[in-house]
């Protein structure tokens, strides 16, 4: 971004206040996430820096909140992370096989109502999660599902299938059709088509459309409110528990590992992107 | 020579035109039938539901079921003056119904959120009936009329009348202040109670404000996004990336340990000297709170959407804009930002949704003052357990939410939403 040497003082001023409010405001989105790793490191049990955090003396950083997380006693953490991957795991199985055949169906060009229909599919993804949970709520109460996994698990297939609906349509947008012309020519059946010729080609969008799904069930806490049991608490309701009562440290232990997982999700995302684009000829 | 002669046929004998309709109908079929399966598993659990709680919040039949007897009589009743003995005998005989079922508690409770005073005439009816007191073979009218001066005030039984429809729109007139008075006709609350219109104008404010902050923090980042070289705006992208990714409660965990009293926030403001150390200003559990960590939650929702419009903005219109005589900023203002709307509308439109219908982080950091519509809502569905009043509320918001949608589906085309 280095300017011209002629650029005018004014042009140069404005400038250098755009790029200080553009750091600002990388700054603002970022640092936050980082005021958590030193404080789940703190000795003490108060979550400001203590003096000898700020002098770097380190009998004031101790991995207590680490150990009170894993071993703690009637700690929750350990059947809440249990919980929520069964969760997440499920639930991300269930919305990639819908939202799959789903974006399929829709990237057809023979598809009626297709702009209706797209926006019927993508619409809990727009409807505030209050009134997803509420709804949600009242048909497994009515089924009996409230207060089980398989509840849970189907709640999230909704909230999570739209996910996988824009990533895998958007994948199919750069689909050349006439690869399973080929294939079906050839004598191949559809069933054999879609593993051998189509998956392969769309798996980067399936895969990233599955972590986004991952993510939200994972990250979900409204509709978990509603429909979760004692035995059905998950990590995002146990941190609103938490949160809600006490800001203790070990919160903050559980929130570096969660970030340290989305650092690791974000990069996978990245990278399927990244080749999805380049399968699909799309060069930036 | 008429048309049909020229007709092409396939080799089977059948016109081309019937056999290529043939095959688009079985495409169509084939691409809906994939569609099926999560259209018909989404209308199931989705759809009806939410369809359900339209009923469950227009509903009010329990009285109507409760005193089938005293509304038939009361079918021919003006309203103006006392009821006939009729409708008081039919309202002795529901009521006894209900006292062998042990319902009168419900009904008292329910006439009592009609007009005050129900419950106790209720209760002093049934000491009465409890006791034999009441004969039968005379006026019913009089013994009830005796046993309470409320008994033989017309209101009361104006009252019980306005309950017979089985279907109600009260509770959505409370959402808005609102209450059916004695004539029928709707009126507003007392001014100091009308405390959910105060909650529909904060949470649009909060909504609002939230959209402009994010935007104008957005803008100029998507802007240096999309004209950085590769290399550098990659490594700047995780920063709006990392935060999409990040665990909500984790971030607004984050938030409320900046802003807390002692927090880092404030920390710095006493270091630069802008509030004494012993004055430290309340960041959190209210609306400053609710702005500042809304925003940043939902900044990244605003930098991608304008970050893929201007990604497809060439840099070449700016110069041209400039070689044409343009100062940087009418370059600026007449090339560049009109190519960006698009990015604009659906950064805007989506923050906007998104934040409407915020529950988590307002709950955590903003206090009594900073609480939104959905904070309401599931106060009524897990505190006083009012649901038909959640399910009307929430459908109020849904409604608005969906025309929003609508507006963005035409602007932006929902196939156009991009992830990451």
Not at chain 1, 101 to 128: E, N, Q, T
Not at chain 1, 137 to 143: E, S
Not at chain 2, 38 to 55: A, D, H, N, Q, R
Not at chain 2, 276 to 305: H, S, W
Request: charge should be positive; charged fraction near 15%; glycine fraction near 6%.
């Amino acid at each position: 971004m280095a300017l011209p040497s002629y650029t005018e003082t004014r042009y140069r001023i404005w400038h250098y206040f755009y790029i200080a409010i553009c750091t600002f405001v990388f700054f603002f989105l970022i640092a936050p996430l980082f005021v958590i790793f030193p404080l789940s490191f703190n000795a003490e049990e108060f979550l400001v820096f203590s003096e000898g955090m700020k002098n770097l003396d380190p009998d004031a950083f101790s991995l207590r909140w680490y150990k009170d997380m894993i071993y703690g006693t009637k700690n929750p953490w350990g059947l809440a992370a249990k919980n929520s991957f069964i969760i997440a795991i499920f639930a991300t199985i269930g919305s990639i096989i819908l939202g799959t055949l789903a974006a399929l169906g829709l990237s057809s060009r023979h598809m009626p109502y297709k702009g209706l229909i797209m926006a019927a599919l993508i619409s809990p993804m727009i409807v505030p999660l209050i009134i997803s949970g509420v709804a949600i709520f009242f048909f497994m109460a009515k089924v009996g599902l409230a207060a089980t996994h398989t509840g849970i698990v189907l709640a999230h297939i909704i909230l999570g299938t739209p996910f996988v609906v824009i990533t895998v349509t958007a994948t199919l947008s750069g689909f050349d059709h006439s690869v399973t012309r080929a294939a079906a020519s050839l004598g191949s059946n559809p069933f054999n088509t879609f593993m051998k010729v189509t998956l392969p080609l769309i798996l980067p969008g399936v895969i990233s459309g599955g972590l986004f799904a991952f993510v939200t069930s994972f990250d979900e806490v409204v509709v978990v409110l509603f429909l979760a049991g004692l035995d059905n608490t998950t990590i995002p309701v146990q941190m609103w528990t938490g949160l809600r009562e006490q800001l203790s440290p070990t919160i903050l232990a559980v929130a570096t590992c969660l970030i340290l997982l989305s650092t690791i999700i974000l990069v996978t995302a990245e990278l399927l992107r990244r080749r999805s684009e380049r399968l699909r000829g799309i060069n930036r | 020579m008429s048309s049909e002669t020229k007709q092409i046929l396939t080799t089977d004998g059948i016109p081309l035109e019937v056999s290529l309709k043939k095959a688009e109908r079985k495409n169509k079929i084939k691409a809906f039938l994939l569609v099926a399966p999560l259209l018909l598993f989404l209308i199931i659990t989705y759809v009806f539901p939410i369809g359900e709680m339209f009923t469950r919040s227009v509903d009010d039949k329990m009285i109507t079921n409760m005193l089938p007897k005293t509304f038939k009589e009361m079918e021919t009743w003006d309203g103006k003056e006392l009821p006939s003995e009729e409708v008081f005998a039919a309202f002795y005989k529901d009521f006894k119904v209900l006292v062998e079922k042990q319902e009168q508690g419900k009904l008292g409770q329910r006439l009592n959120k009609e007009k005050n005073g129900f419950n106790s005439i209720t209760k002093k009816l049934l000491r009465q009936i409890k006791r034999n007191k009441i004969d039968e073979n005379q006026s019913i009218k009089e013994q009830i009329m005796k046993i309470h001066k409320r008994w033989r005030n017309v209101e009361y039984w104006q009252a019980i009348k306005r309950t017979a429809p089985p279907y109600t729109i009260a509770k959505y007139l409370k959402g808005m202040d609102m209450y059916i008075d004695a004539d029928g006709g709707i009126t507003q609350v007392d001014e100091d109670r009308r405390i959910h219109r105060i909650l529909w104008l904060r949470t649009l404010e909060i909504a609002l404000l939230v959209t402009i902050f994010c935007f104008l923090m957005g803008y100029p980042i998507a802007h240096l996004l999309a004209t950085l070289p590769m290399k550098y705006s990659n490594l700047l992208m995780i920063c709006v990336l990392l935060p999409f990714w990040t665990s909500l409660l984790v971030r607004t965990a984050s938030w409320m340990i900046l802003l807390q009293q002692q927090g880092l926030v404030n920390d710095f403001f006493v270091l630069i000297g802008l509030v004494a150390d012993n004055n430290r200003p309340e960041m959190m559990y209210n609306k400053v709170g609710t702005y500042v960590a809304m925003t940043q939650i939902l900044l990244p929702f605003m930098v991608l959407p304008l970050y893929s419009v201007m990604k497809t903005i060439s840099p070449s219109l700016m110069r041209a804009g400039k070689s044409l005589g343009g100062t940087p900023f009418v370059a600026f203002w007449k090339v560049y930002f009109p190519l960006t709307i698009p990015g604009i509308g659906a950064g805007c439109l989506l923050v906007f949704i998104l934040a409407i219908g915020y529950y988590i982080t307002p709950a955590l950091v903003g206090g009594a003052s900073g609480t939104l519509i959905s904070n309401q809502i599931a106060y009524h569905m897990k505190t006083t357990l009012d649901w038909s009043f959640a399910s009307a509320m929430g459908l109020m918001l849904l409604s608005g939410v969906l025309v929003i949608y609508w507006i963005y589906n035409k602007l932006v085309g929902v196939d156009n939403i991009k992830l990451g």
